[in-house]
């Protein structure tokens, strides 16, 4: 029999789902390698195949997402069709449904449900900070006054003194 890989196992999915660009599942499969990564490199254990959780897989996604596209994350997620994270466990399930990954009893596509705002994780680490409304600045600020002809007498022989030294 022959073994499907995941090129063809994807046009299988697209075929009975196409809310989901192609690239959206190689991405997804790509950020479970980058979340395997940060999960050893954070935890220091030995390169053993370990199972990832929901929200742990949610997270590693993210910090993927805007590792590989910036400020252009959610303009690349929605353009595949991922517009919160529940897309993101759609995706995985019916990676699972097609042999792609496993999953254990405890997996869930509700554990996908509520993990993060996009335009939070997407859109505003890459907002200005706020300064301060210009009614705010010009209230605060401190203007010298005009300089009177003593103060300005004051300030010469000062010069003058300095230079003289």
């Known amino acids: 029999m022959h073994k499907q890989n995941f090129a063809e196992a ?7 789902d196409n809310r989901y660009d192609r690239d959206a599942y190689l991405f997804v499969r790509e950020g ?4 395997l990564k940060l999960l050893k490199k954070n935890t220091h ?3 053993v195949q ?11 996604i993210r910090q993927f ?11 690349v997620l929605d353009y ?5 994270c529940e897309d993101f466990g759609e995706l995985v399930f019916n990676m699972v449904e097609k042999g792609i990954l496993g999953k254990t009893e405890q997996d869930s596509r509700e554990d996908f449900r509520g993990g993060f705002d996009f335009n939070e ?33 004051a ?11």
Do not use: C, Y
Request: glycine share 6%; hydrophobic share 25%.
């Open 10 to 16: 994807v046009d299988e999915i697209i075929k009975q």
């Open 32 to 35: 479970l390698d980058f979340t």
């Open 45 to 47: 254990t030995n390169p």
């Open 50 to 60: 370990r199972h990832v959780s929901g929200q742990e897989l949610l997270d590693g």
């Open 65 to 75: 997402a805007l590792d590989q596209f910036g400020p252009m994350a959610k303009t």
């Open 80 to 84: 595949w069709g991922i517009r919160k």
């Open 121 to 153: 994780a997407f859109v505003r680490p890459f907002q200005p900070t706020r300064q301060p409304r210009r009614s705010e600045s010009h209230a605060r600020r401190v203007t010298p006054a005009e300089p009177t002809r003593d103060n300005s007498r």
């Open 155 to 165: 300030t010469d022989s000062k010069k003058l003194s300095s230079g003289s030294n």
